[in-house]
Nanobody, 123 residues
Framework: QVQLVESGGALVQAGGSLRLSCAAS????????MAWFRQAPGKEREFAAT???????YYADSVKGRFTISRDNAKNTVYLQMNSLKPEDTAVYYC?????????????????WGQGTQVTVSS
């Protein structure tokens, strides 16, 4: 089992920045592929970014160039640095983990999920 706990969500003005954190426990963190998803009210959960065990990353087009995913294996933590935030980034952000996947954009590929953290961007 893997437990994931997100933090860092907040209310921020458009153009601002936030850094989300996700602390993992229960399994060797370095062996996990990690990702961030988000879900806005009335919409399906959508992929934002992923980072594989080797450090390679992949982003949704909607966040590419503004968001950066990173991991600190010594701290068992994955981060999402969000810059140039827009009102359409408003959502609950979820951290997810899986043993391995070649389809990182699909929520069904992830075995473990956090409880989510709210990000609200005001215009």
């Amino acid at each position: 089992q893997v437990q994931l706990v997100e933090s860092g969500g907040a209310l921020v003005q458009a153009g601002g920045s936030l850094r989300l954190s996700c602390a993992a426990s229960g399994r060797t963190f370095s062996s996990l592929t990690m990702a961030w998803f988000r879900q806005a009210p009335g919409k399906e959960r959508e992929f934002a970014a992923t980072i594989w065990t080797g450090g390679n990353t992949y982003y949704a087009d909607s966040v590419k160039g503004r968001f950066t995913i990173s991991r600190d294996n010594a701290k068992n933590t994955v981060y999402l640095q969000m810059n140039s935030l827009k009102p359409e980034d408003t959502a609950v952000y979820y951290c997810a983990a899986t043993i391995a996947t070649m389809q990182p954009t699909r929520p069904s590929q992830y075995h473990y999920w956090g409880q989510g953290t709210q990000v609200t961007v005001s215009s």
